[in-house]
């Protein structure tokens, strides 16, 4: 009998931690959600002929059910117009993420040029503007390449 009880106990135990697990889980842990983003995500032509470069952080939500929404660009005075396009383009088209994400959340989208011998990346934000993110829920950088010609 002290043995059920004993494993009764672990049973419950085990199952109490495996949801506490669970509820803490965010985004940033999701590597299938930065590699579909870098897959998506196409450097705008009218960009690479100007060339054109930027950080944009773009700021979202996943709500209760998963679905992403209020996406927003955190710096535009930096960014072209034709990357915030983009890069809310892509995410509006985003397929419903595991409800267990939902919160808010900032990706780093780089959009460098590559090609000739040169590489031209965009300047960095002031010190302040990164420090005044919540770092809890900043994903990593996802890189968007396009080639000069």
């Not at 780089?110 to 040169?118: A, M, P, Q, T, Y």
Request: proline share 5%; net charge positive.
């Amino acid at each position: 009998m002290k043995t059920l009880f004993a494993y009764l106990g672990m049973l419950l135990m085990t199952i109490t931690l495996t949801h506490g697990q669970a509820t803490k889980s965010s985004l940033t842990k999701d590597s299938d959600f930065l590699q579909l983003m870098a897959k998506s995500l196409r450097y705008p032509q009218s960009a690479r002929q100007a060339e054109k470069v930027a950080k944009a952080y773009i700021e979202f939500k996943i709500d209760d059910l998963g679905k992403v929404a209020d996406i927003s660009v955190l710096n535009p005075d930096n960014v072209d117009t034709s990357f915030k396009e983009e890069t809310k383009r892509i995410m509006s088209q985003l397929p419903a993420q595991k409800p267990i994400y939902a919160g808010k959340y900032v990706l780093p989208v780089i959009f460098v040029l590559e090609g000739s011998g040169r590489v031209l990346k965009p300047r960095e934000e002031a010190i302040t503007f990164v420090q005044s993110l919540p770092k809890e829920s900043i994903l990593s950088e996802v890189y968007v390449v396009g080639y000069l010609q």
